[in-house]
């Protein structure tokens, strides 16, 4: 089930990837890059729950608890990869980077990683409702 849930995280980051291209290039220019990342953020967060939810099988069975894991999992490798990518790969700094998650300014990757935690879990109960 790990390896079931790495592939389906990686997946999401692909996913937010191209957003993240598709908006720096598209919605950037018209409405500026904090209305971006703002719009950005609900767009990311169907794509997180859609890609859960597409995944959902891969998670059957799997307890409260390890539901919770994963989700810790892909909230840890998402903020991993946001301050990897971000330093190494794009030249952002440190202090850039964490000024994403600063919810008092308008930023809203923190609740995007809150998403991202709560994701496996909330697929599973949609799922238990659904049936």
């Not at 953020?41 to 729950?49: D, K, N, Q, T, Y």
């Not at 964490?98 to 990757?109: E, I, K």
């Amino acid at each position: 089930m790990v390896a079931r849930a790495l592939l389906t995280w990686v997946l999401m980051i692909g996913a937010e990837i191209v957003h993240g291209v598709l908006r720096t290039i598209y919605l950037v220019p018209v409405v500026g890059a904090h209305r971006a990342g703002q719009i950005g953020f609900f767009i990311g967060s169907a794509l997180v729950l859609g890609i859960a939810w597409l995944t959902r099988r891969w998670r059957d069975g799997a307890s409260t608890r390890m539901l919770f894991w994963i989700g810790v999992l892909w909230a840890a490798l998402t903020v991993a990869f946001e301050f990897l990518f971000g330093y190494y790969m794009i030249g952002y700094s440190i202090a850039y980077i964490a000024g994403d998650f600063n919810l008092f300014a308008g930023r809203l990757m923190l609740p995007g990683v809150l998403l991202m935690l709560l994701a496996p879990y909330l697929v599973a109960r949609l799922t238990a409702r659904a049936a």
